[in-house]
């Protein structure tokens, strides 16, 4: 694919003087937030390279959610280091959650760094390069705005440019930034700290991004939050979430709809039968867990319970009977006995969800359950989660084995680099196929006979 991106702003195609190395970590919403800073720093004449060796600004855009990404940071902050040694005009800068939450200690342990923006300040990126360059001196900016402007690209004209794309190319699947920050403070999670509280960006706003990004060639937008039901309660005319998916999915061209995350505790049944209703929600929904076992739920402070949380499954099995559903799992959390672990994998095996984000509890800085004492041993997590692992996988192979035989529409997403003729896409269920093709396929939706599949994915032919 070397068709270019269309929804690059004027902005971005002016003589580039400078060129920017942008590293990503972690969830979808700092995947938006770089394609945001990317936006921003294209205005400051900055182009996007592949290359650190050629870059005149690297900037990580790092994740806090556990103590493993942290590390990777440092350790990657370390080789960047050796790099500005040889080039010392190159600026390094750290964005994302843990530059909030670590600030002046990330500061104290890699003093090469040259700027540090939190994810609620990253509007302010060009005022802090521009201070770095005239003064030579450190420049930072972490905390939270009240109101947006913490949407960086929140006003009605911004939003109707789409930002740039990390790849360079036209992007089939792009992500539209609803909400920042969350209210929930699940007792394992830094997000309320790192991202602060929920801020709703207007509909009209979002809307008008979303026709952007269709006009600029996406077929599917991800809408995203970290709890994205409960958008719009800050908010004056207090929007319901319901309302804007019926807007949005009301959008010309565009072919799909999804959005992430989804908390349980505040997932109605007006979202779940709205998946009746609307087939550009595809069949499909991410809804996290965590935990198959009550007193566990409790303990993270997760406001349902297990029961509750089966209510939802079946509203949306109501609305869509072959729904596909997706989790996110914790295991070892503080306190977490072998029949409470066990509680995990029956509720995994009774719900059989299409995969699953499986994670080692990582206490973490200033959350509830960092401060739990009954933490597990850190060996008794690692079998835990090779056990979790292991039957998911199972799962997945015996859902995708299901498949064959079976024709899907398949919304293709790109072609692969290594393998030219070969496109990768996704069924309504979000189940990845890979069809093997003379004439390009990205971007189209294609009736697709699936002919195997694994644990990972499934292969098709076009029928
Ligand atoms: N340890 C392990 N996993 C965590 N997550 C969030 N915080 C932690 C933590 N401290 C996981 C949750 C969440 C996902 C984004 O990351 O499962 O849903
Ligand atoms: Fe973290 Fe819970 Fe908020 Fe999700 S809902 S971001 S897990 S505090």
């Given at each position: 694919?070397?068709?270019?991106?269309?929804?690059?702003?004027?902005?971005?195609?002016?003589?580039?003087?400078?060129?920017?190395?942008?590293?990503?970590?972690?969830?979808?919403?700092?995947?938006?937030?770089?394609?945001?800073?990317?936006?921003?720093?294209?205005?400051?004449?900055?182009?996007?390279?592949?290359?650190?060796?050629?870059?005149?600004?690297?900037?990580?855009?790092?994740?806090?959610?556990?103590?493993?990404?942290?590390?990777?940071?440092l350790s990657r902050l370390g080789v960047?280091?050796?790099i500005k040694e040889r080039r010392p005009g190159m600026t390094i800068a750290v964005a994302g959650c843990v530059a909030q939450a670590e600030g002046a200690r990330l500061i104290k342990a890699a003093p090469q760094i040259d700027i540090l923006v939190g994810p609620g300040k990253i509007d302010e990126l060009p005022r802090l390069l521009s201070e770095h360059d005239t003064s030579g001196k450190r420049a930072q900016a972490i905390g939270f705005h009240r109101h947006p402007p913490a949407l960086p690209l929140s006003t009605a004209s911004?939003?109707?440019?789409?930002?740039?794309?990390?790849?360079?190319?036209?992007?089939?699947?792009?992500?539209?930034?609803?909400?920042?920050?969350?209210?929930?403070?699940?007792?394992?999670?830094?997000?309320?700290?790192?991202?602060?509280?929920?801020?709703?960006?207007?509909?009209?706003?979002?809307?008008?991004?979303?026709?952007?990004?269709?006009?600029?060639?996406?077929?599917?937008?991800?809408?995203?939050?970290?709890?994205?039901?409960?958008?719009?309660?800050?908010?004056?005319?207090?929007?319901?979430?319901?309302?804007?998916?019926?807007?949005?999915?009301?959008?010309p061209g565009l072919e799909r709809l999804r959005f992430t995350t989804s908390n349980p505790h505040d997932f109605t049944e007006e979202l779940a039968a709205l998946f009746a209703t609307q087939p550009r929600l595809g069949r499909y929904l991410h809804l996290p867990v965590q935990s198959g076992s009550d007193p566990v739920l409790l303990r993270m402070q997760r406001k349902v319970t297990v029961a509750s949380y089966l209510e939802r499954l079946a509203w949306l099995r109501q609305a869509v009977?072959?729904?596909?559903?997706?989790?996110?799992?914790?295991?070892?959390?503080?306190?977490?006995?072998?029949?409470?672990?066990?509680?995990?994998?029956?509720l995994v095996e009774q719900v059989r969800y299409g995969f699953a984000f499986m994670f080692k509890y990582s206490p973490r800085k200033n959350t509830p359950a960092g401060r739990y004492t009954n933490q597990v041993d850190e060996k008794v997590k690692e079998e835990r989660l090779a056990q979790l692992m292991q039957l998911q996988d199972k799962i997945t192979g015996e859902i995708h084995?299901?498949?064959?035989?079976?024709?899907?529409?398949?919304?293709?997403?790109?072609?692969?680099n290594k393998n030219p003729g070969q496109f990768y896409g996704r069924t309504e269920h979000f189940r990845l196929v890979r069809v093997a093709s003379t004439v390009p396929l990205t971007g189209q939706v294609h009736q697709v006979r699936i002919t195997s599949g694994n644990k990972v994915g499934l292969l098709g032919e076009l029928v």
């Open positions: 694919m070397t068709e270019p991106n269309i929804s690059i702003s004027p902005a971005v195609r002016s003589p580039a003087l400078k060129k920017v190395h942008i590293e990503t970590w972690g969830c979808q919403m700092n995947a938006a937030d770089s394609e945001r800073m990317l936006a921003l720093l294209a205005k400051q004449s900055y182009e996007l390279t592949s290359s650190v060796d050629e870059a005149d600004l690297v900037l990580l855009n790092t994740c806090h959610i556990r103590e493993k990404a942290k590390h990777k940071v960047l280091k050796e911004a939003a109707a440019v789409a930002p740039p794309t990390l790849s360079g190319k036209r992007e089939v699947s792009r992500y539209v930034n609803i909400q920042q920050g969350c209210n929930n403070y699940c007792t394992f999670c830094v997000v309320p700290f790192t991202r602060g509280r929920e801020l709703s960006r207007s509909a009209g706003d979002i809307l008008a991004e979303c026709t952007a990004l269709v006009a600029a060639g996406a077929r599917e937008v991800t809408l995203l939050g970290q709890n994205v039901n409960s958008y719009g309660s800050d908010l004056a005319d207090q929007p319901s979430f319901a309302s804007l998916l019926r807007a949005a999915t009301a959008l009977p072959d729904i596909a559903l997706s989790t996110d799992l914790i295991v070892g959390f503080p306190g977490e006995t072998d029949e409470e672990f066990a509680d995990t994998m029956r084995a299901a498949e064959v035989g079976q024709t899907r529409p398949v919304l293709f997403h790109y072609e692969s």
